[in-house]
């Protein structure tokens, strides 16, 4: 309500800027909730507007956000498509003054929300290169919170991939940066990655502890949209420390909360889990006499199936998500 209300103030007091500051500060709020609808209508009068004004820059973020949109729907073939565009007005560059008045750089921005869809199609070098030209960009730029933007979606591929020994030195130089500079968003985001890539790569309890007071700190912040893919994080950490149980309990309800939530871009994660090795013989344990484990495993291997159908994922994707684990580290730490 009162994101509403600030932006019917700045529509009757302000100028175009202060309108399309306040459009970019409800999408935010609506994306970071998981109400994809609202997020759109914002974006698409953002877009109206910035059309009737003739103004470039305000059209190019507004295409950003749509693209973003298509993101977190699972529309990834769109959502490639639209950043595309967008990432192609980088002749409109506007002025230091107004370069962050959306928070970061939101060329950067989009090029990362590229890089991210490139790698789940399947376009893996090319992703590759888009998400290390925007971590060049912004060290270039040297704007923190534009860095950690850029940082963050590089941490999630490597989430992605099961590689906690190469995340785990990448999301603790993204943890200190954080707290260096009061980064409180992006600080609780980076402290989930490092609890599972620690909880897989050194210490299981410990890592464990680091990710469970992380998820709670982002559902205290209002932090919903990828709360699919953090309790699946969480269900892989708790394998790691042998709590079967409650893995199995955590990749259950990251499903449950994937089926009632508008963002479907971490459905696939959390089917691939309940699906893997690690969990098969942990079914009949815990269902005990409920279900056959064949018959367990083929409704889930059906929920997945039609998950990757709704996401838009290739089968190079799928396969992507199921790649084997990277070679085990020659560190002894990390060996243990």
Known sequence: MALAEARDLAVRT????????????????????????????VAEAFLAEADSESDDEGRSVAESMLGVIHYFTGHFAMARDVLELATRRRHVRPDAERRFRFGVDIDIGATVYLGLALWILGDFERSKETLEDADRRAVELGHKPTLANARHFANIVLAHRGDSASLLPLVERQVQLCREHGMAFYLVLSEIYFGWAYA??????????????????????????????????????????????????????AIAIAQRGEAHCDDSPAHRISCSDAIRPICPRRRKRSAPLATLLRNRAHEALDCSRRCRLPNSAIRALASPRPRPSSHPRLRA
């Open 200 to 253: 897989n790569a050194v210490d299981p309890e410990a890592g464990l502890a680091r990710i469970r007071t992380a998820i709670e700190e982002s559902r205290a912040m209002g932090l919903s949209t990828s709360m699919p893919f953090f309790r699946s994080l969480l269900a892989h950490a708790e394998m790691a420390a042998k709590h079967e149980e409650q893995a199995v309990f955590e990749i259950d309800a």
């Open 14 to 41: 302000g100028g175009a800027s202060d309108r399309f500051a306040s459009y970019y500060g409800q999408w935010t709020n609506h994306i970071s909730r998981d109400e994809m609808r609202l997020a759109r209508e």
